[in-house]
C-alpha cells in the first residue's frame, strides 16, 4: 500500500468500518510513514473536536440543500489544482458553516426589519439604510460569485471582519427596532453600513487583481478604494 | 467522514428552521438561536483552524517548504544613482524589504533569493528564475520581482536598500514585511498580510493592510493615514497637522501623539489615543464594540461630547456639564453620556462607541 492508497482508506480507516485486510495492510504502511501516521492522528483528534458538538436532528431537506450547496462549489472551483480530499472538506464545512452562520443573522435581521421601519423611524434615515443595503448586496453578490479568486487565507480574513461588520449592523438595527430615535444607534448603524460598503470594495477589487494574476496589485488595491 | 458531516449538519439545522415561524417566534427563541449560533460558530472556528494548519502543513511538505526541503539562494545587488529627493518605488510578493534613508546620491540595493526544495537543481532552476528588474525612470527607480508561474515551489526574495533620506518612498507588498528606517521623504506602504514597521520617518502619508499589524514609531507628517481591516494599529510618537486611523476588528492605539486632527474608527476593536489635545483641534472616535479610552497629555481644557449606548462614560476630568452646574467632581461612574467641558473648553473631542465604554483618564 502506498500513501495514495492509504489516503484513500484513510476515512474508513480512522472511522474503525476498514476489513480485516485493508486495515492490516493500513497498520503496516503506518509504520513506516511519518506523513500519513501524523494524519490519522490529526483526524483523531479532529474526530474528537468534533464530537463535543450537540447533536441536532436535521430537517429533511438538509441533504437535497448540500448536494446543490456541493454542486454549486465544485462548479465554481474545478480541481484542476490538485484538490485533495482534505481540501475539498474543509472548503465544505467552511462553505456551508459560514453560509448557514450569515444566513441565520440575515434572517433574524429580516425578522427585525419591520418593526424597525414600522417605528419612528425617520425618512431620512429609511432612504440612507436602503441606499446603504442595496449597494452591500450587489457587492455581495460580486464577493459571492467572484470570491473563489482569493487566496485561502486572505478570504478568511476578509470574510471573519465581514461578520463583524454584519454583527454590528445587526446590534444596531435591534437597537433602532427599540429606540428608534436614539442618535448613539442610528450613527453606529450607518458607521456599520459604511465600513461594510468599503471593505467589500477593497474586497472586490482584490479579487480583480489575483484574477489578473497579479498578486503585487492586489497589494496596491488595497489602499485603493479610500484614497 | 462522518465528524464532518456531523458539523455540516448542526450549522445547517440552525439555519433551515422555518422563516415564518421564526418570525413569530418570542424574544426567548431568538436569543436562544444567537446562543446556538455562537456556539456553533466557535466550534467551527476551531475545527476549521484545525483543518486549515493541517492541509497547509501538508501542502507546504509537498511543495517542498517542509522542515525537510534545504533552502537555497542566491544574491543579487544593484547600485544606482538616485537624486536626493527622487522617488523609490518597490513592488513585491513574498519576502521582507528592509528601506535605510542614508546620505549620498545612490540606491544601494542588496537581495537574496530564497527557495526551499528537496532537489537541488531544480532549486536553482528556479533561484535563475526570479528576476528582480531595477528599472531607471526619470526622477526616480522602480524596483519589480518576477517569480515563475510555475506551481508545486515556494520562495521568497528579501530586500535590504540603503538610499538618500530624502527620498519618496513607495512599497507594496503581498506576504513580506515592510521596514523603514531613517526617511524624511514621504513613504506610502501597503502590504496584503505582511506587517509594515517604520521609525524615524518623518512623512509617513499612508500604510495600509488587510492583515498584517502597523507599527509606527517617531514619526511626522501632514496628514497620516493608517487602515487596517484585521491588524493592529499601533503609532507613537507622532506629530502631524492630522491623523486617520481605521481598523475592522484590529485595535488601534496612539501614543506621545502631537495632532490637531484626529478621526480613529474601528468596528470591534478597542482605541487608544494618549497625547496632546491643541487648543483648536478637533477629535473624533468611533467604536461599534471596543472601548475608547483617551487619555490627554498638557491638557488646557477640552469640550467633550461622548456617547454610549449600551457602554459607560467615564471622565477622570470633573466637568462643566452642559444645562448642568459644575460640582467640581467627575461625573459618576455609570454613565450613557457626558456633554460639557473642562477648562478653556479648546480642544474639542467627539467620542461614540455601541456597547464598548469610554474613558477620559488622567495620565
Request: hydrophobic residues 40%.
Amino acid at each position: 500500500m502506498n500513501c495514495g492508497d492509504c489516503e484513500n482508506a484513510l476515512d474508513d480507516y480512522v472511522d474503525g468500518t476498514l476489513d480485516e485486510r485493508a486495515r492490516s495492510a493500513c497498520d503496516t504502511h503506518l509504520t513506516t510513514c511519518d506523513r500519513c501516521r501524523t494524519l490519522v492522528a490529526d483526524l483523531g483528534a479532529l474526530r474528537q473536536a468534533a464530537s463535543s458538538l450537540e447533536p441536532l436532528a436535521p430537517p429533511a431537506d438538509v441533504w437535497r440543500k448540500l448536494s446543490a450547496l456541493v454542486k454549486a462549489e465544485r462548479d465554481l472551483r474545478p480541481f484542476a489544482w490538485g484538490f485533495t480530499w482534505q481540501t475539498l472538506a474543509a472548503s465544505v464545512v467552511t462553505l456551508v458553516l459560514v453560509a448557514s452562520l450569515s444566513w441565520v443573522g440575515a434572517r433574524l435581521a429580516t425578522v427585525n426589519e419591520p418593526r424597525v421601519q414600522a417605528l419612528s423611524f425617520g425618512a431620512e434615515l429609511d432612504q440612507l439604510d436602503e441606499h446603504f443595503s442595496t449597494t452591500i448586496a450587489g457587492l455581495e453578490s460580486i464577493r459571492q460569485t467572484e470570491g473563489v479568486s482569493l487566496d485561502t487565507e486572505t478570504a478568511e480574513v476578509l470574510q471573519a471582519n465581514i461578520t463583524v461588520i454584519d454583527g454590528a449592523i445587526t446590534e444596531s438595527r435591534a437597537a433602532l427596532a427599540t429606540e428608534p430615535d436614539n442618535q448613539v444607534a442610528q450613527e453606529s448603524l450607518f458607521e456599520a453600513l459604511r465600513s461594510k460598503v468599503e471593505l467589500l470594495q477593497d474586497v472586490i477589487a482584490l479579487i480583480n487583481e489575483m484574477r489578473k494574476g497579479n498578486p503585487e496589485g492586489a497589494a496596491r488595491i488595497v489602499s485603493g478604494s479610500n484614497q | 467522514m462522518k465528524v464532518i458531516h456531523t458539523t455540516v449538519v448542526v450549522a445547517l439545522a440552525i439555519s433551515w428552521s422555518p422563516s415564518e415561524a421564526a418570525a413569530q417566534a418570542p424574544a426567548w427563541v431568538h436569543e436562544l438561536a444567537d446562543e446556538l449560533a455562537a456556539s456553533v460558530e466557535e466550534h467551527a472556528d476551531r475545527l476549521a483552524q484545525f483543518i486549515e494548519q493541517r492541509v497547509a502543513a501538508q501542502q507546504a511538505e509537498r511543495q517542498g517548504r517542509g522542515p525537510r526541503g534545504p533552502e537555497f539562494t542566491e544574491p543579487f545587488s544593484k547600485t544606482v544613482r538616485l537624486d536626493r529627493n527622487g522617488t523609490f518605488d518597490l513592488q513585491n510578493v513574498s519576502g521582507e524589504v528592509v528601506i535605510t534613508g542614508g546620505g549620498g546620491n545612490d540606491m544601494r540595493l542588496e537581495a537574496t533569493k530564497r527557495v526551499r526544495h528537496q532537489n537541488e537543481s531544480e532549486a536553482r532552476a528556479l533561484l535563475s528564475e526570479i528576476q528582480i528588474r531595477v528599472l531607471e525612470r526619470s526622477g526616480g527607480i522602480e524596483v519589480r520581482t518576477d517569480y515563475p508561474r510555475r506551481r508545486n515551489w515556494s520562495g521568497r526574495v528579501d530586500f535590504s536598500v540603503t538610499l538618500p533620506r530624502d527620498a519618496n518612498v513607495t512599497l507594496r507588498s503581498v506576504s513580506g514585511s515592510l521596514r523603514v528606517t531613517n526617511l524624511n521623504g514621504e513613504l506610502r506602504a501597503e502590504s496584503v498580510s505582511g506587517n509594515i514597521v517604520t521609525s524615524a520617518t518623518k512623512r509617513i502619508r499612508m500604510t495600509k493592510t488587510v492583515s498584517g499589524d502597523v507599527e509606527i514609531a517617531e514619526a511626522e507628517g501632514d496628514e497620516l493615514t493608517a487602515g487596517s481591516i484585521s491588524g493592529r494599529i499601533a503609532i507613537r510618537g507622532l506629530k502631524a497637522r492630522a491623523v486617520d486611523a481605521q481598523t475592522v476588528s484590529g485595535n488601534l492605539r496612539l501614543t506621545d501623539v502631537d495632532a490637531d486632527r484626529a478621526l480613529m474608527r474601528s468596528v470591534s476593536g478597542a482605541i487608544e489615543y494618549a497625547g496632546r489635545l491643541s487648543r483648536s483641534g478637533r477629535y473624533q472616535f468611533q467604536s461599534h464594540s471596543g472601548e475608547v479610552r483617551i487619555t490627554p497629555a498638557d491638557v488646557r481644557g477640552f469640550t467633550l461630547d461622548a456617547t454610549t449606548f449600551r457602554g459607560n462614560v467615564v471622565s477622570d476630568y470633573p466637568m462643566t456639564l452642559q444645562g448642568a452646574p459644575s460640582n467640581g467632581r467627575p461625573p459618576g461612574p455609570r454613565t450613557r453620556a457626558i456633554r460639557g467641558s473642562f477648562g478653556d473648553g479648546g480642544a474639542a473631542l467627539s467620542v461614540q462607541s455601541f456597547s464598548g465604554d469610554i474613558v477620559i483618564a488622567k495620565r
